[in-house]
């Protein structure tokens, strides 16, 4: 689910990378449309005592966020920043860090006097945020060059307020943004500027440049984010943008031909991670496993899930008639039945639906009385982020905003163009996608924590991907039994990729495994396309190393979890009830979690019983 952006020299606010890159490409996305979005959503009930109070702490840590990372602030729903940018002034590195120590300080001085213990915990949990983020912050000064693509942050900037779901008068301070990026307010120098002098500055060959292949990428795609932010302004008919963008299209053109200049020679081949920074980037995620325990796991997973798929494949060419005998060959026969442009949404509706369906009679979760949001792509968006997606809803203020499963359309490539993803557009890949980017999924995840009144602790700073996407692949594997032969296979499939990515991020950023290898293994084995094996390996190289670990490490604890509390409880167990208590919790650590279902949720179905 999680989408990646630039992983070099990440902010030093308190908040997860990967929720932040959620929320930059959440901002990206056109709303849903007229017919799919309630005309009159009702904004959750006021939270308990102990959660505002927690929420009141929390301001502490979103203060710094809001002022560094402005243009993600209103997105959370942070208010009183849509006009402001992007702190690129000298010493920029320094004054995040100090303000977020600061914070530190006084969370730890909040926590000797609290005696709530929910809000202690809350207190914990952001006090271990801010560490980390500044640990990372330091690492990344001490080791990187601050390479960033420019093009991509303010593109996204001005998305942020340029939305049918922001309000009109909101959408004004777009043009004030515009002009600071151009440098065209009082006391404002151009960003591409400020960017370049950061850069220039950290030149230093003791420093890791970025990966070649990433700066190549975001060099190839910049003049499509920059053509974009004037389709936005064009949309929103903001007046007296063209002087401002014109002067900023220059700016940002001066920016790329000085990083095809003077970044590009020094990018490096070798996209390998010195040691401390990949243990941050798994720490970060939420690992909790030794990387020789992960990829153990890992591999041993893979071949399970190998002969798995053998079985059902055989079981499916005999229920369909077919010759074939191995599970590559039947994915590759599903594949052939592929959605077209108006036939994806309605397929996906009734999909949805089934699956509501089965959900309700299986007693797997409780579903919410509302339609789930469900909408397509544009082209842009599908080129951008070619799966099924989930788009959060507002985390902070939430008045009623619902997140939004994205369907991407299938775009024919160029003649003689072999790099076509067909991984996502087939008929039974809709069962699983929809578990897990939708119902039992993503969607009911987020919904609980805005629904529930979840404290911002737990989340927002809590966040790590170990929860979400384990929570997300732990839906695809709890609907899988009932499931038609073909959305077996698919839900197999997507399970032998998410282990094969614990032990490929690994192997690669280690040197025990070529790209090469990565690449056989992931079009041969797990059966994806060219384009979403180099997208996988690109994943593990450079977006994002360390990240797609998550899915099978957050699965794996789930499924602990889920042994000891039925081992506990015996015929006491009830499954409904414990997955609707889990999602509860808000994004909790696994440890954290484990804390939670061990001392509260079994005490009580125990006590439950005994009455």
């Given at each position: 689910?999680?989408?990646?952006?630039?992983?070099?020299?990440?902010?030093?606010?308190?908040?997860?990378?990967?929720?932040?890159?959620?929320?930059?490409?959440?901002?990206?996305?056109r709303p849903a449309t007229a017919q799919s979005t309630p005309s009159a959503p009702a904004a959750p009930p006021a939270p308990p005592a102990w959660v505002q109070r927690s929420n009141a702490h929390a301001q502490l840590l979103l203060e710094p966020f809001a002022r560094f990372a402005p243009e993600?602030?209103?997105?959370?729903?942070?208010?009183?920043?849509?006009?402001?940018?992007?702190?690129?002034?000298?010493?920029?590195?320094?004054?995040?860090?100090?303000?977020?120590?600061?914070?530190?300080?006084?969370?730890?001085?909040?926590?000797?006097?609290?005696?709530?213990?929910?809000?202690?915990?809350?207190?914990?949990?952001?006090?271990?945020?801010?560490?980390?983020?500044?640990?990372?912050?330091?690492?990344?000064?001490?080791?990187?060059?601050?390479?960033?693509?420019?093009?991509?942050?303010?593109?996204?900037?001005?998305?942020?307020?340029?939305?049918?779901?922001?309000?009109?008068?909101?959408?004004?301070?777009?043009?004030v943004r515009l002009r600071r990026y151009a440098g065209m307010e009082r006391g404002y120098t151009p960003i591409a500027e400020l960017a370049?002098?950061?850069i220039r500055e950290r030149m230093d060959p003791g420093l890791l440049a970025p990966v070649k292949d990433d700066v190549e990428r975001n060099?190839?795609?910049?003049?499509?984010?920059?053509?974009?932010?004037?389709?936005?302004?064009?949309?929103?008919?903001?007046?007296?943008?063209?002087?401002?963008?014109?002067r900023l299209k220059q700016q940002l053109a001066a920016y790329d031909e000085f990083v095809r200049q003077e970044v590009l020679p020094r990018a490096r081949t070798d996209f390998r991670r010195p040691p401390e920074l990949y243990a941050y980037d798994l720490e970060q995620a939420g690992v909790d496993m030794p990387v020789e325990e992960l990829q153990s796991r890992a591999k041993v997973a893979f071949k399970e899930i190998q002969a798995q798929m053998q079985t059902v494949a055989g079981l499916l060419a005999r229920q369909r008639g077919?010759?074939?005998?191995?599970?590559?060959?039947?994915?590759?026969?599903?594949?052939?039945?592929?959605l077209v442009g108006e036939a994806i949404l309605p397929h996906y509706q009734a999909r949805i639906r089934e699956i509501e369906e089965i959900i309700r009679r299986e007693q797997i979760v409780t579903l919410p009385s509302r339609d789930m949001l469900v909408r397509l792509a544009d082209e842009a968006e599908s080129a951008a982020i070619p799966a099924p997606n989930m788009r959060p809803p507002r985390m902070?203020?939430?008045?009623?905003?619902?997140?939004?499963?994205?369907?991407?359309?299938?775009?024919?490539?160029?003649?003689?163009?072999?790099?076509?993803?067909?991984?996502?557009?087939?008929?039974?890949?809709?069962?699983?996608?929809?578990?897990?980017?939708?119902?039992?999924?993503?969607?009911?995840?987020f919904a609980s924590v805005v629904e529930r009144g979840v404290s911002i602790a737990r989340a927002l700073f809590a966040f790590n991907s170990v929860n979400v996407e384990g929570w997300g692949l732990y839906a695809e594997a709890e609907l899988q039994p009932y499931e038609p032969l073909?959305?077996?296979?698919?839900?197999?499939?997507?399970?032998?990729?998410?282990?094969?990515?614990?032990?490929?991020?690994?192997?690669?950023?280690?040197?025990?495994?070529?790209?090469?290898?990565?690449?056989?293994?992931?079009?041969?084995?797990?059966?994806?396309?060219?384009?979403?094996?180099?997208?996988?390996?690109?994943?593990?190289?450079f977006l994002a190393p360390g990240q797609a670990t998550a899915y099978f490490v957050g699965y794996v604890r789930m499924l602990e979890l889920r042994a000891d509390a039925e081992r506990q409880l015996g015929a006491r167990f009830d499954r409904k009830s414990f997955n609707d208590f889990v999602l509860?919790?808000?994004?909790?650590?696994?440890?954290?979690?484990?804390?939670?279902?061990?001392?509260?949720?079994?005490?009580?179905?125990?006590?439950?019983?005994?009455?």
């Open positions: 689910m999680t989408p990646v952006t630039h992983a070099g020299s990440p902010p030093t606010h308190p908040l997860p990378r990967a929720l932040l890159a959620a929320a930059l490409l959440a901002c990206a996305a993600q602030a209103g997105h959370f729903g942070i208010p009183g920043h849509d006009e402001d940018i992007l702190d690129l002034q000298p010493g920029y590195v320094d004054r995040q860090l100090a303000a977020s120590r600061q914070a530190i300080a006084a969370l730890e001085q909040r926590l000797g006097a609290e005696q709530d213990p929910a809000v202690r915990q809350d207190l914990e949990i952001m006090i271990q945020a801010a560490k980390l983020r500044v640990r990372g912050a330091e690492l990344a000064h001490e080791h990187e060059m601050p390479y960033r693509d420019l093009n991509l942050t303010v593109f996204m900037g001005l998305r942020a307020l340029l939305d049918e779901q922001v309000p009109a008068e909101r959408r004004l301070a777009a043009l370049q002098a950061r060099l190839a795609s910049g003049p499509t984010y920059v053509a974009g932010i004037a389709k936005l302004l064009e949309r929103y008919r903001l007046k007296g943008w063209q002087k401002p963008y014109a077919w010759t074939i005998t191995d599970y590559r060959d039947a994915i590759r026969e599903l594949k052939k039945s592929q902070i203020g939430n008045t009623g905003e619902k997140g939004t499963f994205v369907l991407p359309l299938r775009i024919p490539g160029k003649a003689g163009e072999r790099k076509q993803f067909d991984d996502f557009t087939y008929e039974a890949a809709s069962w699983t996608l929809t578990a897990h980017e939708g119902r039992p999924g993503h969607e009911l995840q073909e959305g077996q296979l698919v839900a197999l499939q997507n399970r032998l990729m998410r282990a094969a990515r614990a032990f490929l991020d690994p192997g690669l950023q280690l040197g025990t495994i070529t790209r090469e290898e990565a690449y056989r293994t992931l079009r041969e084995d797990v059966v994806l396309s060219d384009a979403m094996a180099t997208q996988e390996v690109q994943r593990y190289t509860a919790q808000g994004l909790l650590t696994p440890a954290l979690l484990r804390k939670a279902v061990m001392e509260q949720f079994v005490p009580a179905q125990l006590q439950k019983s005994e009455r």
